[in-house]
């Protein structure tokens, strides 16, 4: 009985994660990198992100990690208006000397395309940039605190042209009560 209160808990504890990251966010405002915290610059990035459609972002090395043989890893993460985040997915960079460039293709209902970039060195040490965060390129609809926005946001009916005007995190929540209730009885028995 223990255990299955230990693991409710921690579902309920999961679901919370998103709604707390969510609300210390500003709708439609990018995150990027500053120019003395990574050592790269954005030559090129698509923003902001469109659903369905292909969103490129192009980083230039450093000269100075570039001599040092450091190597760039690029991860993207996709999270929907419903709070839901895809697993993060290491990227498939084309690199030419310096430049690394990366492209994915959004889901429909995304809010925002996270990013980030891992720098491994000679000495095998590495680096996230940003440090135990994303760099962020906001959709063309987005959904934050309950509020919609972006060029393609229909305020009116608060969603998205799309119209697909879902509860945010309403199924993910029936979801894990079903399996939480499931473990429940099931322990009775």
């Not at 990013?115 to 959709?139: C, E, H, I, M």
């Not at 509020?147 to 799309?162: L, Q, V």
Request: charged share 20%; aromatic share 8%; glycine share 6%.
């Amino acid at each position: 009985m223990q255990f299955s209160k230990t693991v409710s808990a921690f579902c309920v504890l999961l679901l919370l994660v998103p709604l707390a990251s969510a609300s210390e966010l500003t709708g439609g405002e990018d995150k990027n990198p500053t120019s003395d915290e990574a050592p790269f610059s954005i030559i090129a990035r698509d923003t902001p992100s469109v659903d369905g459609q292909v969103w490129s972002l192009s980083l230039e090395m450093d000269e100075e990690e570039h001599a040092n043989n450091t190597v760039f890893e690029i991860v993207t993460q996709i999270c929907t208006n419903n709070g839901v985040c895809d697993p993060p997915v290491a990227m498939d960079a084309s690199i030419d000397e310096r430049m690394h460039v990366i492209s994915l293709t959004p889901n429909a209902d995304h809010t925002y395309v996270n990013w980030r970039v891992k720098a491994v060195y000679d000495d095998g040490n590495t680096t996230n940039f940003p440090q135990g965060d994303w760099y962020k390129t906001w959709s063309s609809c987005w959904q934050n605190d309950g509020e919609y926005g972006g060029i393609d946001a229909n305020t009116a009916k608060d969603g998205c042209s799309s119209g697909d005007e879902s509860v945010p995190g309403f199924s993910l929540l029936v979801a894990v009560s079903g399996v939480a209730m499931a473990a429940a009885f099931t322990r009775r028995e």
